[in-house]
């Protein structure tokens, strides 16, 4: 099942609206053959390993991420598939969460007389899928918020210069999250500020690129942002409120940037559950929030992330008007304050790396 976990995460960010899923044939104590889903509408891990393993299917172990689906799709069902190549036993780590497929793959190998298990490294593959988990059950992104800081709690001098905070292994380490996201986020500021492409930008990478949101509300970022332009791969949209002028908005459309018009939250700033769930609708499951501090702060008060990556460099900034990473309304308290759980700090080159999770998202019945 490790190795079917491996890979999976192959196909990490090429998959979406799909989940990552990797599968493995193993006869007589070796693995014979391997299949990976590659992209929506590709066919299934396990379709894959059987045409790969072909004869040596009969009477062998399919192990695999993902509970096998039962359904018709763009694809054929991987149960009748494995039933065809004459699978004696199918192990997969996690039910899919889907209404539409949860258990019936189980039960359609279970009925025809395959010996099912399930269970095994389902934790790895819970994480794996976060997202998708996420998605199919509240129809909404499942949200990952980022900073670079300073080891003082800066993300920014006082007079606004914040390039770079961090080194080249922690810029890339964010490219490499990009490209596994549906969807980037900023706020005005950081565009007006920073000026940021917001695409993945890692050597020979072609793949994919992530939809590029800002945080509008009144109209305040150039339609000649970079991020705005018609050669960059991948689109943009500007998440505005009935504030922007019509001008404003007519001289983003023309350059092709779709301006999604969306409800306030009472403080002249776009309404964040009603911008999640027009995102879902679209079937974006993850969006990455870069920033900056009243983006991020904005995001916490709303109760919408649900992880953290926090970079952090040795280096100390100062000056008590210099932004901080999250701003907002905050807590009153420490006891109320957010406590990151399953935390983990790794080194990144010259930085280090703190990642947690703000509530537990990825839950489902084995």
């Given amino acids: 099942m490790e190795r079917a976990l491996a890979l999976a995460r192959q196909a990490e960010g090429d998959t ?24 929506a509408g590709a066919p299934h891990a396990e379709a ?24 018709e799709g763009k694809t054929p069902p991987c149960t009748e598939a494995i039933l065809q190549a004459g699978i004696g036993k199918v192990v997969y780590a996690v039910r899919d969460p889907n209404p539409g497929v949860t258990g019936r793959g189980h039960e359609r190998l279970a009925e025809a007389g395959i010996d099912v298990d399930s269970g095994l490294c389902s934790e790895e593959a819970r994480h794996l899928n976060r997202f ?15 900073f670079a800081a300073s080891l003082d709690g800066k993300i920014a001098t006082v007079t606004g210069r914040s390039r770079w ?14 490209r596994r996201v549906d969807a980037v986020l ?15 930008r890692l050597p020979g990478f072609n793949g994919r690129q992530p939809l590029r949101l800002v945080l ?36 983003l459309e023309a350059r092709g940037v779709e301006c999604l018009i969306l409800p306030s939250d009472g403080f002249d700033r776009v309404d964040f559950p009603a911008l999640l769930t027009e995102l879902g609708r679209r079937k974006i499951s993850s969006l ?4 900056g501090g009243e983006v991020l702060g904005s995001a916490f008060d709303a109760g919408i992330v649900h992880e953290l990556w926090a970079f952090v460099s040795p280096l100390i900034i100062g000056g008590l008007k210099a932004p901080t990473p999250v701003q907002g309304r905050g807590f009153p308290s420490i006891e109320e304050a957010l406590r990151l759980d399953r935390t983990t700090v790794e080194t990144v080159g010259e930085d280090f790396l703190v990642r947690g999770f703000i509530a537990e998202t990825i839950t489902t019945e084995d």
């Fill in 165 to 178: 905070i961090t080194g080249t292994a922690a810029r890339t380490r964010v490219h490499e999250l990009r």
């Fill in 132 to 146: 998708y988990f996420y998605h199919v059950r509240t129809g909404r992104p499942y949200v990952v918020a980022k």
């Fill in 186 to 200: 900023i706020g005005a500021g950081t565009a007006i500020a920073d000026d940021p492409e917001l695409s993945v």
């Fill in 216 to 251: 509008d509300s009144r109209g305040r970022v150039s339609p000649g942002a970079r991020l705005f332009e018609p050669d960059l791969p991948g689109s943009a949209i500007v998440a505005t409120t009935r504030k922007m002028p019509s001008s404003h908005r007519k001289a």
């Fill in 288 to 291: 990455l929030i870069e920033g």
């Fill in 16 to 39: 979406s609206p799909n989940p990552c899923v990797g599968a493995v044939v193993v006869r007589d104590g070796r693995i014979v053959a391997e299949g990976i889903h590659r992209r």
């Fill in 48 to 71: 894959e390993a059987l045409q790969t393993a072909g004869d040596l299917a009969r009477g062998a172990t399919l192990y695999v991420t993902l509970e096998p689906c039962n359904h």
